[in-house]
């Protein structure tokens, strides 16, 4: 089985600050791993992703993370956070398969303070 | 242009009711899901079709019935709702049954009362 833990329900950080949301992972098999954003009263939006290829991932809106398979974390990290980041975040895994489902993490919800 | 739509985006019913939620993606892809997002934000797989075949079925409960007319829809019916069917119910698709680029639907609130 597969699953994802996140760290820290609430995360707050000023704005111009570095965000850093964690995620760690737990999986038998090579694992895909990705960061959904999710904005009030809307869908999920993908951010990025992790297929094997390059360990940092870059994503949208200047997020990025790393995949580090001796910690299974894949960390979101931003630089510098604006007040448009605010929102929750999950971070989901799958298996490298078709037809995989995705499984999530409990979400992250990203306060920016001015 | 949306590329996965549903609806209704908001739902309110009694107990006891029956209701549908629709859902067309216009991304060409080949899968479809349905997701639950419970009141603690938290997100569950249901139901995934390719190319109209059931490939993936969670625990849910038989209430809740996919039906796949082709694979651009995806529709959700639930049976005698229930207080603990409201929830956030999340349609989302990707191509080649790869979820590594599921792009999710807005969103339908479901309140039963």
């Known amino acids: 089985a597969q699953s994802v833990t996140q760290l820290g329900s609430h995360v707050s950080v000023s704005e111009g600050a570095l965000v850093l949301l964690r995620c760690n992972y737990s999986?038998?098999?090579?694992?895909?791993l990705f960061w959904y954003v999710q904005y009030p009263n809307q869908g999920l939006q993908l951010l990025l992703k992790y297929t094997s290829a390059a360990t940092l991932v870059k994503g949208i809106n200047g997020f990025e993370a790393e995949f580090k398979k001796s910690e299974t974390s894949f960390h979101l990290t931003k630089p510098s956070a604006h007040m448009s980041d605010a929102a929750e975040y999950f971070c989901?895994?799958?298996?490298?398969?078709?037809?995989?489902?995705?499984?999530f993490g409990t979400g992250t919800r990203l306060t920016i303070i001015p | 242009d949306t590329a996965v739509s549903q609806t209704p985006k908001y739902l309110v019913t009694q107990m006891g009711n029956d209701k549908s939620i629709k859902c067309e993606q216009n991304l060409g892809h080949d899968t479809m899901y349905w997701y639950k997002q419970d009141s603690k934000k938290f997100l569950k797989i249901m139901f995934s079709?390719?190319?109209?075949?059931?490939?993936i079925n969670e625990t849910v409960p038989n209430r809740f019935s996919p039906k796949s007319p082709d694979k651009a829809h995806l529709n959700l019916h639930i049976n005698s709702l229930e207080l603990g069917d409201s929830a956030v119910y999340f349609c989302?698709?990707?191509?080649?049954?790869?979820?590594?680029?599921?792009?999710f639907g807005q969103g339908t609130r479901l309140t039963v009362v």
């Open positions: 989901a895994v799958s298996k490298q398969q078709i037809n995989e489902k995705l499984t």
């Open positions: 989302a698709s990707s191509q080649r049954g790869s979820p590594t680029e599921a792009f």
């Open positions: 079709y390719n190319n109209k075949e059931l490939i």
């Open positions: 999986s038998s098999v090579p694992p895909y």
